[in-house]
């Protein structure tokens, strides 16, 4: 048997795996229990779930739209000039996103009895809570996919690609909140510390203003520090920035994401979610004891 700290066998790492795949039926009852015990006994249900999002659509397009009056954003080709569509499209994506995280750091502490009493593979915990979470966002999707048709999007044949898409950033989301999820039973303030990053977060992410505001700015400050590098190189390390491109380019101005967008999309959520699985296995025996 491998002593604590040091890389598990082989075996083990196979052993957990062909766990994690029998415990389908485990994930699909946290997750059910995620999705019906968050709205129980509600006059409203499920449909609690879009009073968040409406809530930031009023404030959000009042403040940018009216008070500081952002441009609204032309569809092109779908022709839309509407403020409010066009953020939405964008903070759908992040709302999902910010919800997973913040509820997939504390998925292991706050479930600790379960993890102390009884074994099965932990890595279910945040994949439940990512499972509730794509529940939610599909109910809301569906709404935001029929206002868009009434203001006349054209956006049926790009709905394949935006549920392929929420799959990605699904994944990606998943695989931070695995690794959050560990990092918050060795640093109990990460939890906390969390919520004041994804407030810079957001607004570091265009989802209130275009990036064509950041890129022209970009183009009058040139290279940073004598260096051919840009505000724009810069603001694009941002790993939520070709989720919200894709989300508007499929849903607003009903064409093909590009390329780059697509790329960036991709190795982001492949790269985050083989490091949440590397940490989760190299760290899964040791929970009981550590929590």
């Known amino acids: 048997m491998a002593k604590s700290g040091t890389p598990q066998p082989v075996s083990w790492t196979r052993t957990y795996f062909r766990d994690v795949f029998n415990s389908g039926e485990l994930l699909w009852n946290l997750t059910q229990r995620e999705v019906r015990g968050k709205y129980k006994r509600t006059a409203l249900g499920q449909l609690w779930s879009l009073a968040n999002p409406i809530a930031a659509i009023i404030v959000y397009t009042f403040i940018f739209s009216v ?6 954003q032309i569809g092109d080709p779908s022709g839309l000039d ?3 569509l066009w953020l939405v499209c964008g903070l759908l994506p992040w709302l999902f996103f910010q919800s997973t995280i913040t509820q997939g750091v504390r998925s292991i502490v ?3 009895s379960l993890v102390q009493k009884v074994y099965f593979p932990r890595l279910v915990l945040p994949l ?25 999007a054209f956006v049926l044949p790009w709905l394949p690609m935006v549920a392929l898409f929420m799959l990605v950033l699904a994944v990606f989301a998943a695989g931070l909140a695995m690794i959050l999820a560990i990092a918050n039973v060795f640093f109990r303030d990460l939890a906390y510390l969390l919520t004041v990053i994804l407030q810079f ?16 700015q970009s183009e009058r400050w040139g290279g940073l520090l004598g260096t051919p590098v840009t505000l724009a190189d810069v603001y694009r390390l941002n790993p ?10 499929l849903l607003y101005h009903n064409t093909w994401p590009a390329p780059s967008a697509v790329i960036a999309a991709l ?9 949440g699985l590397f940490y989760f296995t190299k760290t899964e025996k040791r929970l009981a004891e550590l929590i």
């Open 67 to 72: 008070v500081f009056q952002v441009p609204a």
């Open 82 to 84: 509407n403020y409010a």
């Open 110 to 112: 706050d479930n600790s």
């Open 128 to 152: 439940s809570l990512t499972g509730a979470g794509v529940v939610n966002w599909s109910f809301e999707m569906v709404v935001l996919v029929i206002a868009l048709s009434i203001f006349g």
């Open 201 to 216: 977060w957001f607004y570091l992410t265009p989802i209130l203003y275009p990036i064509s505001l950041v890129d022209n």
């Open 240 to 249: 939520m920035e070709p989720y919200v491109s894709i989300f508007r380019d």
């Open 267 to 275: 190795l982001w959520a492949l790269g985050t979610f083989a490091l």
